[in-house]
């Protein structure tokens, strides 16, 4: 946030307040900094919540003509949690003439706001293939996508299906997504 002296006249700080924990705070001036008319400073506030809830406090600077600012902070402490999903949430290769090859992918992403680190993945089976396999031990973290290219080719006319599988662990256990595969040959 950037705070300014909007007054026309040189506001020496008398005060300076920081908030309290999870809160820390940078770019706080010294008491006894004079600020021009209009000069500013900028302070970054961080949170490092230890937990969940609701976490309150304030920062506060006071001039020496009793002008000051006081600035409110509330932030909420989310348990945490690795959600992966899956884009599309299902994979259909379409008709395909028996013995020719086609490609499609699917995104899995860490959706969640903590790290996990993938254990193993499976599948596909049958005329289906995973372009690439995704090791064990692989840290994906919230936002980090993996990209799965699946190459279809079916050996003959008919309906194929089969299922692609991730497992992962976090702090709170071992999970599993599950993406279906379909495609026909024609």
């Given at each position: ?7 026309a ?94 490609e ?23 005329p ?46 071992t ?12």
């Amino acid at each position: 946030m950037t705070i300014t002296n909007g007054s026309a006249v040189p506001q020496r700080i008398t005060s300076v307040s920081a908030p309290t924990a999870p809160y820390r705070v940078t770019g706080l001036p010294p008491a006894g900094t004079v600020l021009a008319p209009g000069q500013s400073f900028v302070v970054q506030v961080t949170i490092t919540p230890h937990g969940q809830g609701v976490f309150n406090s304030s920062l506060s600077v006071a001039g020496s003509s009793g002008a000051g600012a006081t600035v409110s902070l509330q932030s909420q402490g989310l348990a945490p949690v690795s959600q992966f999903t899956v884009s599309p949430s299902s994979l259909d290769l379409g008709s395909v003439p028996a013995g020719r090859r086609v490609e499609a992918s699917f995104t899995i992403t860490n959706s969640g706001n903590q790290p996990a680190t993938a254990i193993n993945s499976s599948g596909p089976g049958g005329p289906f293939r995973a372009e690439a396999a995704v090791l064990p031990g692989l840290p994906v973290n919230p936002s980090d996508d993996l990209t799965i290219r699946v190459g279809f080719t079916p050996p003959h006319k008919g309906r194929f299906s089969t299922r692609y599988q991730l497992v992962w662990k976090d702090s709170s256990g071992t999970h599993i997504v599950t993406v279906p595969i379909t495609g026909t040959g024609v």
